[in-house]
């Protein structure tokens, strides 16, 4: 009684506007009613699919959807595949074959050559032809969308500059993966854009018809794995993600919404969110932590933490203590901070407030928690765009528990938009 | 890390007129850990083009390649790569930038570790930090037997 007297005092009082601020976020993001319409689309955050929630390591913040995809123009042969990822810091789809129970045209460029891709992560590459799908999510379909088969039999030789770029470790298994696929929802329309568009990147490739072995190639635009979002008849120029608040010690399971469009719909307005616009080539903006001021920062529904340099927090595992969570961070106490998210091209700024907690305290319980909203990792010295030195701490990547309890808004690039056009990102 | 007595420096007989330059001839470069005077294996692997920056006790070169990530090289006055960084839409060929220690990187990278966007490789003598996404990857490796006396890892924004 007492705690709903309060929520709906600050709800009174955020319609003056205080909606960019994380500590009120639960207050208008998730949690609240339930939306309806062929634009929603349910998100679960669950301990992956079988063969990964019942491993020694089962999924932690992720976020999955369901997504059905037909071969172009049918509607018999179709499949639907569960546990996809919802990834807002990648464009386009991406299944792994050894889950697809139904063929799939391959996707030939002008020459009649089959094109194939090597998916860059930091840790490793997912290596696999594109194929042609339309693609069906809720009540949305994209008609005839270039999507990535992940391991593909057909394809099995990959090339070597894959398997040096990032490094020989492919992601091509569901449990290498982590997900039966991943759906990229970011502000780009393309996964890779205009660095791909010559050759050279070693992430896309074309294979002449009757050879499976294929070669580094531009890729124009069009050709390139995409959003499907972007794709949509209607609701096409961005997506909500909403989940419901995680408490302190986590959940086993949480289930949310993927709402397609923003300002399209009455169940898909922007409402007093803060928009913080994004550059055009990145994608990023400026995230003020304590002292510093870190430029390439990013919200990522595909990142299971939130991740940002900070020195003072002790991390899992040093000093060869023992550890459940290597390279989280392992507070003493749980740390409460906050910090500023500012648009780099535009006026959006908004401040945020959030919980370190202790990962091995976390991650020691009997009870599976697939749901973590104070789970965070260190990032300390990466990036650089000094060229006197090789370290740079230029990041604060807001990860999954950035979403609980808030509504948060990817618009894609060049879209127009009830706040504007894209990209950006809105809470 | 100091740079007050940056002083400029000649690096393969290419004279470094300022601190920023860009120069006329191609220096060679080199993989990690190994001699900058060996070849220039990386230019040519990304068709780049080259900038030198030399600072006190250490050397830099910086690459563009053809799809627009830049790289730079950390050479000590030794002539050894001590250090590469990168950023861009894409990685770079880690493979052969990181050379001998590209070994020892990958089973870092095959081992349990936090996230797919974020990657951190500590060992004895080779450290890597690695994070983004496509369109936006940068990160770091060095080894840290090789660092110059007055070159500190951490001091740097």
């Known amino acids: ?75 018999t042969n179709c499949q639907t595949v569960d546990h996809i990822q919802v990834d807002t810091g990648s464009s386009g789809l ?9 063929t799939l045209p391959l996707q030939t460029d002008t020459s009649g050559n089959v094109i194939a891709e090597c998916t860059q992560f930091v840790d490793g590459s997912s290596w696999g032809p594109i194929r042609q799908a339309d693609v069906k999510i809720g009540g949305e379909t994209a008609s005839k969308q270039e ?34 696929g991943i759906l990229g929802v970011g502000p780009f329309i393309q996964d890779c854009g205009a660095g791909c568009t010559v050759q050279g990147g070693a992430v896309y490739f074309t294979c002449p018809p009757s050879s499976t072995t294929c070669a580094d190639s531009g890729m124009p635009l069009t050709l390139q794995v995409a959003n499907p979002v972007a794709s949509f008849a209607t609701d096409n120029n961005g997506v909500i993600i909403q989940l419901p608040s995680v408490g302190a010690t986590g959940s086993a399971a949480v289930a949310g919404y993927m709402i397609f469009g923003i300002g399209t719909q009455s169940n898909n307005g922007l409402g007093s969110a803060t928009v913080i616009a994004l550059d055009s080539v990145h994608g990023v903006f400026t995230t003020k932590y304590k002292l510093g001021t870190l430029s390439s920062s990013f919200i990522d529904s595909g990142s299971n933490a939130y991740y940002f340099p900070d020195g003072t927090i002790n991390v899992c595992g040093s000093n060869g203590a023992t550890t459940h969570a290597p390279g989280f961070f ?61 370290n740079g701490n230029t990041s604060f990547d807001w990860g999954l528990p950035f979403f609980y309890g808030r509504s948060v808004y990817t618009a894609i690039e060049t879209r127009n938009t009830s706040g504007g056009v894209g990209p950006y990102f809105a809470f | 890390m100091k740079l007050a007595s940056s002083k400029a420096k000649r690096v393969m007989g290419c004279l470094v007129a300022g601190v920023l330059s860009q120069i006329a001839c191609l220096p ?3 993989t990690l850990g190994e001699d900058v ?121």
Request: glycine fraction near 12%; include cysteine; proline fraction near 5%.
């Open chain 1, 1 to 75: 009684m007492r705690a709903n007297l309060l929520a709906a005092l600050i709800g009174i009082l955020c319609v003056a506007g205080c909606g960019g601020n994380g500590t009120l976020g639960g207050g208008s993001g998730g949690g609240g009613g339930t939306p309806t319409g062929s634009n929603v689309q349910a998100i679960t955050i669950d301990s992956g699919p079988a063969v990964i929630a019942n491993s020694t390591s089962p999924a932690v913040n992720t976020a999955y959807t369901t997504v059905t995809v037909c071969s172009p123009g049918s509607t």
């Open chain 1, 94 to 102: 991406r299944i792994l074959a050894s889950v697809l129970t139904i």
């Open chain 1, 147 to 180: 999507v990535q088969v992940i391991g593909d039999a057909a394809y099995p030789t990959v090339p070597p500059t894959c398997l040096g770029t990032p490094a020989v470790t492919l992601e091509d298994t569901v449990t290498a993966f982590g997900a039966n």
């Open chain 1, 330 to 390: 392992c507070p003493t106490a749980t740390q409460s901070l906050s910090a500023t998210l500012t648009s780099t091209v535009g006026s959006g700024s908004a401040s945020v407030n959030f919980s370190v907690a202790n990962a091995d305290s976390l991650f020691s319980g009997n009870t599976i928690v697939a749901a973590l909203s104070n789970l965070a990792a260190d990032s300390t010295q990466v990036g650089s765009g000094s060229d006197s030195g090789f």
């Open chain 2, 28 to 30: 060679a470069l080199a």
């Open chain 2, 37 to 157: 005077a060996t070849v220039e294996n990386d230019r040519v692997q990304m068709k780049a083009q080259v900038r030198t920056t030399s600072v006190a006790g250490f050397t830099v070169h910086v690459i563009q390649n053809s799809v627009g990530t830049n790289v730079r090289e950390y050479v000590a006055a030794s002539g050894k790569v001590f250090g590469v960084a990168w950023d861009g839409p894409l990685l770079p060929n880690l493979k052969q930038m990181l050379g001998k220690y590209f070994d020892d990187y990958n089973s870092g990278a095959s081992s349990p570790h936090v996230g797919r966007r974020h990657l951190t490789v500590q060992r004895a003598d080779l450290v890597v930090h690695s994070s983004g996404r496509m369109r936006a990857f940068y990160g770091n490796a060095y080894v840290p037997s090789l660092l110059p006396p007055n070159f500190s890892v951490d001091d740097i924004k």
